[in-house]
């Protein structure tokens, strides 16, 4: 998959409160190399609302790459995955009249406005808290207007108790909460009037480093397995198996990027996740596998880089062998989300019966992190491993 930098497009407001650009294709659902290096992950496929759950009956659909509402009964179109640091950006469209708004960090129907979310609203300049407003918390600095006919740009910034908007690269609100929510789904918001959404993207936030890039500390070697382990030049290169090397920390609820280059043809390697420490690769496996049938991408040959083995397969395959690629896995609960260069591959709920042993059933207990050496022929490179666990939700 190529993807283009047509446009520099939009602007996102970094960390530090300094503005930066964001390259990306502003007609198509594509991110530039460089931004999928640096954790950019697109929410909307541009085809279909895969990843997205109604929380009422409504007309959501997609029209030339762009989510469209315009009637039903008030709601969200709601991620059906929960994050909680992070940059989200899109690009909204509203008629002159229409109340809509982005919700983030909240529950699928909060009770309110200032109840179990954060809402950034889309509204008049007649409205209490007109558009680039977080209603109920904090009105906009900027009161005009927006032209109906016009693409404008929403940059949403969520960072621990902070939340920090922009529209058209002009912030508008700022609120601290005493009492941060912590994780929860992005939703967008029919209420009244037709509104459009197009080019969502998210960068989570406060991932730490779990491979310094100079030595295995904080790994589990298992020197009898045949898998070879070595570090050079920030890189970690698998050779040989089967074997697999384990974090020593724990990781239960999760948001985990790598990079990622098989050295030859589908080679077969993965990630294994929540796993039963010291035991024999047992753990979710998020797979690692390029290969595909038919000359035709969405047939994997072997459950495809992203799936979950032996339990749900990759929609697409994304990465090309011996070239880097970005894989994004977010484990919350029973729900297990992967992104492949930024593409959402993968969208599964474990709806299995619990049980501490995740080959016969749901594991939500925290496990361990492992890197698989698969066979003889591995040969994989992996660096820039940094995970977070994500915030328990607060109710409050």
């Avoid at 009637?71 to 109340?99: H, M, V």
């Avoid at 601290?176 to 929860?184: R, T, V």
Wanted: with cysteine; charged share 25%.
């Amino acid at each position: 998959m190529t993807f283009a930098c047509v446009a520099c497009a939009l602007l996102f407001i970094a960390s530090n409160g300094e503005y930066r650009t964001l390259k990306q294709d502003s007609t198509a659902t594509g991110l530039s190399e460089n931004d999928i290096s640096a954790g950019w992950i697109s929410l909307f496929d541009g085809k279909s609302l895969y990843g997205w759950k109604p929380t009422t009956e409504a007309n959501w659909k997609v029209e030339n790459q762009t989510i469209v509402v315009s009637s039903g009964k008030p709601g969200l179109l709601r991620t059906t995955t929960q994050f909680d640091n992070y940059i989200l950006k899109l690009e909204f469209k509203a008629d002159s009249e229409t109340n809509s708004g982005v919700f983030v960090r909240t529950s699928p129907k909060p009770k309110s406005p200032t109840e179990g979310c954060y809402e950034v609203n889309i509204a008049p300049k007649s409205n209490p808290f007109p558009t680039g407003s977080i209603v109920g918390r904090k009105k906009s600095v900027d009161q005009r207007d927006f032209e109906s006919e016009k693409w404008h740009q929403l940059t949403i910034i969520c960072r621990d108790e902070s939340v920090s908007v922009a529209v058209d690269d002009e912030t508008t609100s700022t609120f601290k909460d005493p009492s941060p929510l912590g994780k929860g789904f992005i939703g967008l918001q029919l209420n009244a009037g037709k509104i459009r959404f197009r080019n969502i993207f998210l960068k989570p936030l406060k991932l730490e480093p779990i491979f310094n890039g100079t030595n295995l500390n904080g790994w589990k070697t298992y020197p009898a397995m045949k898998s070879k382990f070595t570090v050079e030049k920030n890189e970690l290169l698998v050779k040989d198996g089967p074997g697999q090397l384990e974090t020593k920390e724990k990781y239960e609820n999760f948001a985990l990027q790598l990079g990622v280059k098989t050295n030859a043809p589908k080679l077969n390697s993965g990630i294994f996740f929540r796993c039963i420490p010291g035991e024999k690769m047992n753990g979710y496996e998020s797979q690692i596998q390029n290969g595909f049938k038919n000359n035709d991408r969405t047939q994997p040959e072997d459950c495809g880089t992203g799936g979950i083995f032996r339990r749900k397969n990759a929609r697409r395959v994304v990465a090309d062998d011996q070239k880097w690629f970005v894989k994004t896995i977010i484990a919350d609960g029973p729900h297990i989300a992967t992104w492949v260069n930024g593409v959402q591959v993968c969208d599964w709920t474990d709806t299995r019966k619990p049980d501490t042993n995740p080959r016969r059933g749901l594991r939500k207990e925290a496990g361990t992190i492992m890197i698989q050496g698969h066979d003889p022929t591995t040969d994989i490179t992996f660096k820039n491993l940094r995970i977070r666990e994500l915030s328990p939700r607060n109710l409050k």
